[in-house]
Every structure is written in structure tokens, then in C-alpha cells.
């Protein structure tokens, strides 16, 4: 791995009841400090709990339920939704989402039997229709992105398509509170924190405990589990989910990929792939403690399926950032996990092809991309939305960081990590969702890896530094800001190992 701070150490292991087993190393897989300004400590290990059930910006995790399908009708009238439509679709009230204090869902939005090239628009129906893309394909395209959409007064949201006929599925994965009323019949919950982008696992490159390395065929699935604790922190206790990017590819076969926490299998896919498409698709997957088969017992574990047919496919997973339950605070009282705040609808911050944010991006070049004002202000600490590549000259992928001093080694994002945001074959145009953490002035890195390529970025909403305090509100406005200057991180959460048994 090229990322200095992941550290690859096969071990074989031979663990009676699975079929194979691998072991993905001892990598150093640090939640991120984000430093703050001399007067308030770096944000790094656990000092203390709260019990207040604080929980504006929260996620909220559900069972994955389907709430849209036009090919029979649910949710809206059956019947592709034509070029130039659009679909209304109420979502509070539904799926386990509460009918207020909602601020934004997170739904897994797929595409199938596309009659022409198209793209999809997802935004709340209270507000017009804004100038982002949620969903770009092909003719004949079947694939998702994960989406998160901020929710207006009426609790629906709207998809508009731009051409052809296209059928659109949805499956509700989450929300995210709006303000702390969820709690009463939820309970605590907290929000984002981003962690050391990390390859997680590669079955092109991880080998079983005898040497051995091959893809997926239907029905082989891989748990994965990860220690964050380490250095006197106790974090795995707090971790409820983790935020990956699942890559398929090198496949012989049409199929799709499941990811959840290894309990009950969910009915639906998180990456749905074509012969030979390198695919990508990002989600925020339920975590059980570790029971068994790991190196750290009670460390966040998930589950990877893969249903091929009678084909084979290679399956990467990238973690970009955790889901904690909101009941950790640093000395200063602030919240380890950083809270969402939606906008008023999803907006567009990079557009190369009219040199919106930055220009056209040229092998391996590297544009530093300032979030406007209007989108993030001096508490964000990472901005999510889509990641969209335009019809680059040969086939590429982008990576994004965030625009911090390189750090490499020390549990910070300053260096280029060794992970894909997005993949894309030579002239297609294809969207991602994308957590991105940002630097002192709301910056970040955004790099292409071959070829001429056009970019887009969209974002839905910002990560926030949060005090769950009573005088929240009050205080929130004076919190310490970051520095402009490099500060020495505070100590790495510990060690990780990453480990993985495939089944």
C-alpha cells in the first residue's frame, strides 16, 4: 500500500468452520484528530461520556426497506419514469423514519432498464430543482449510489430524469435528526467521524492462510472485522457503523454485492455490476461486535457478500470514516462524531468543465478546491454529497482528501491516501457518493489518475464539530476554530487490525 500509515503483515490463520480465511494485516487506522486552535486540545481520545440524549445531526441507521419501485408500483404509480418527469416519493412518516424532526434521509437510489444515456435529480420536493446529479448511466444500465437528501417542511423528496425511460428503486438505509425529538423513541444516536482512509481488503491481493488468492464466486462473502482501540482509548464499543467504498471488478458476469453487520441478510444490493465494469458504490454499513474469528474481540465487524451467477468478480473495500453513538466527548466537552447539517438543497461546488472550483483534470493532477462559505463555515470538518467523473480520455479513477499538512504516519489525512473515490471507463460519465473531510480553509484535494477527465461535486450537507451541552446552541458560535498553521496531532487511537475471513 502506498499510505504510509497502512502496513500490510500477512499472517495465516486456520480457523475451524470457514472455508478460507485471510488476514488483512495490522494497519494503523487512526480516527482523524481534526486539530483545533490552542485553545481547545485535538479532538483524539475518549475522555469522558454523556448521557444527554443530544441528538441533532445525528444518523440513525435502519434495516434496509425498499419504499420505491417503479417496475411494480411501490411507492408511486407503476410505470418507468419518462424523460422530463419527475416522481414525488414521501419518505418521514415511513421505513422506520420518524414523521418529524427529520433532516435528511440516506437511500441506496438505483437504475435499471434504461431505454437512453440519462441522468437522475434527487432534492426535496419543498425546493426547486437544483443543478446536481444524483444518478448518471448509460443505456441499458443497472447500478445505485448511495444519496443523502436533505428534506424540506413537507417530508418528500422528488427524482427527476433527464431522458429516455427509466425504471427507479429505493431502499431507505437511514436518517439523519433535525433536531433532538428522535431520541424520545430512539434513543441516542451520534453522527460522522472521519478516520485515516484505509484499503481495508482486496481479493486481488489478499491471500488465504495458504498462500492462496482468488475472486468471489456466487455466494462467497468475506467478514470484516477492525480494531480501534489502542494507546489507553476505548473506542469499539462506540463504533455502530462503518463508511466504506465497495470497487467490483475484473468481473466475468453480471451480479451484485450485499454488504450489512452479519445478522439477518437485508434483501437488497449495495453494488450491482455488469460484465467487465469496474464498479464502485459507497455505504454506511451496520457494525456487530466481533465474536469470533477476530484479533480483537468486541471490535466493529461487517459482512460482504457476493452473487455472481456463474461468474467470478474481484471486491475491494475502502473505509473512509465511522458512525459513532454520540455518547463520547473529548476534555473539552466537545463530541468525537461531527453532526450533519443539511442544505437547503443539494449543491453544485465543482464543475471543471466551466472551471467551477477548479478546471479539467489531467493525469495524476492534483486541484485544491475550497468549499464556498456559503456551504461550509468555520465548525465543518467534512462536507458528503456526489462525486461525479465526466468522460475522461481513457479509464481513471479519482481520490479525494482533504488539504491538511502531511503528516503521514502520525494518524492525520495530509497525505495522499492509497484508496479510489470513484471509477470510470474512458468516455462514461459516472457518479459516487463521496464523504469528504476538509482542511483549515474548508479545502480539499481532488486527483485524477490517467488520462483527461471533467469532474463534478455536489454536496447535500456538512459534518459539524458539536457540544452536547445544554448551552449548545450559544456556544456552538465561539467554539474553538482550526489553525491555519500545522499543530502536532494529538496521540493515534492505537494500532488496527484489519482481518478478514472469507466464508
Not at 444524483?134 to 427524482?159: E, K, M, Q, W, Y
Not at 454536496?459 to 449548545?472: I, M, Y
Amino acid at each position: 500500500m502506498p499510505y504510509g500509515t497502512f502496513h500490510l503483515d500477512q499472517q495465516g490463520h486456520t480457523i475451524v468452520g470457514i472455508r478460507r480465511t485471510i488476514v488483512v494485516g495490522a494497519a494503523v487506522l487512526a480516527i482523524v484528530t481534526g486539530a483545533v486552535s490552542a485553545s481547545g486540545p485535538a479532538l483524539g481520545a475518549v475522555t469522558g461520556t454523556t448521557a444527554t440524549l443530544d441528538v441533532t445531526g445525528a444518523y440513525y441507521k435502519l434495516a434496509p426497506q425498499r419504499v420505491l419501485d417503479t417496475r411494480s408500483g411501490q411507492g408511486v404509480p407503476k410505470g418507468q419514469l419518462g424523460a422530463g418527469r419527475t416522481l414525488s416519493l414521501k419518505v418521514t412518516g415511513t421505513a422506520g423514519i420518524p414523521a418529524t424532526g427529520v433532516s435528511a434521509v440516506v437511500l441506496n437510489l438505483t437504475v435499471t432498464n434504461a431505454s437512453a444515456a440519462s441522468y437522475l435529480v434527487a432534492y426535496p420536493h419543498d425546493s426547486g430543482r437544483p443543478n446536481a446529479s444524483a444518478l448518471n448511466f448509460p443505456r441499458g444500465f443497472t447500478g445505485a449510489n448511495l444519496v443523502t437528501l436533505p428534506i424540506g417542511a413537507s417530508g418528500a423528496v422528488d427524482v427527476y430524469n433527464a431522458a429516455g425511460g427509466v425504471d427507479v428503486i429505493a431502499d431507505v438505509l437511514g436518517f439523519y435528526a433535525g433536531d433532538d425529538s428522535p431520541s424520545a423513541t430512539l434513543g441516542q444516536s451520534g453522527g460522522y467521524r472521519d478516520v485515516v482512509p484505509a484499503r481495508l481488503y482486496d481479493s486481488r491481493n489478499d491471500a488465504d492462510a495458504n498462500g492462496n488468492i482468488y475472486p468471489f464466486t456466487s455466494g462467497d462473502s468475506v467478514n470484516l472485522s477492525v480494531n480501534f482501540n489502542g494507546g489507553g482509548a476505548d473506542v469499539n464499543q462506540h463504533v455502530k457503523a462503518l463508511v466504506v467504498n465497495v470497487t467490483t471488478v475484473n468481473q466475468t458476469s453480471s451480479g451484485f454485492v450485499r454488504t450489512w453487520d452479519g445478522g439477518t441478510e437485508p434483501p437488497t444490493s449495495t453494488v450491482n455490476f455488469a460484465t467487465s465494469k469496474t464498479v464502485a458504490n459507497a455505504a454506511i454499513v451496520p457494525t456487530q461486535p466481533c465474536s469470533s474469528h477476530c484479533d480483537v474481540i468486541g471490535s466493529p465487524s461487517m459482512e460482504v457478500k457476493a452473487y455472481t451467477g456463474g461468474g467470478t468478480t474481484n471486491v475491494i473495500i475502502d473505509v473512509v470514516g465511522v458512525m459513532l453513538d454520540g455518547t463520547t466527548v473529548d476534555s473539552s466537552g466537545y463530541s468525537m462524531d461531527y453532526r450533519f447539517k443539511p442544505l437547503t438543497s443539494p449543491t453544485r461546488i465543482v464543475d471543471t468543465r466551466v472551471n467551477l472550483g477548479a478546471g479539467r483534470l489531467g493525469t495524476n493532477s492534483d486541484a485544491i478546491v475550497t468549499t464556498p462559505s456559503s456551504v461550509a463555515g468555520p465548525m465543518t470538518y467534512a462536507i458528503v454529497g456526489n462525486l461525479t467523473a465526466v468522460q475522461p480520455t481513457s479509464s481513471t479513477f479519482f481520490v479525494a482528501w482533504p488539504n491538511l499538512p502531511d503528516m503521514q504516519g502520525a494518524g492525520q489525512l495530509g497525505a495522499r491516501p492509497g484508496i479510489s473515490n470513484i471509477n470510470v471507463t474512458a468516455g462514461e460519465i459516472v457518479a459516487n457518493a463521496a464523504f469528504i473531510s476538509v482542511g483549515y480553509a474548508n479545502d480539499f484535494h481532488l486527483a485524477n489518475a490517467a488520462g483527461s477527465a471533467d469532474a463534478l461535486v455536489d454536496v447535500a450537507g456538512t459534518f459539524e464539530l458539536h457540544q452536547p451541552t445544554a448551552a449548545a446552541a450559544a456556544a456552538l458560535g465561539s467554539a474553538p476554530a482550526r489553525t491555519v498553521a500545522p499543530v502536532a496531532p494529538a496521540a493515534p487511537l492505537g494500532t488496527t487490525g484489519a482481518k478478514a475471513a472469507r466464508r
